[in-house]
């Protein structure tokens, strides 16, 4: 579990999300199906874009994601 610190905000906000590293191979729907705790993958999926300003499914090895 990752914590994230937004230090310019006059007070400081934390997140908790979750904070992965991609591997070379992991794709969206893998991430989705390891870490969405039985919820639906496809609305797990479109969190995690939304929450990475991800445009597209393509990820890349070396990638940091964010994880709701």
């Known amino acids: 579990m990752g914590f994230i610190v937004n230090a310019g905000a006059s ?3 934390v997140y908790d999300h979750q904070v992965i590293k991609v591997a070379k191979g992991d794709t969206l729907w893998e991430i989705a199906s390891i ?3 039985n ?4 609305e797990y999926i479109y969190n995690i874009k939304k929450l990475n300003d991800l445009s597209g499914d393509t990820i890349y090895a070396g990638q940091v994601l964010l994880l709701p």
Do not use: A
């Not at 919820?39 to 496809?42: A, G, L, P, Q």
């Open 35 to 37: 870490y969405s705790r």
């Open 39 to 42: 919820s639906d993958i496809r």
């Open 11 to 13: 007070s400081p906000q």
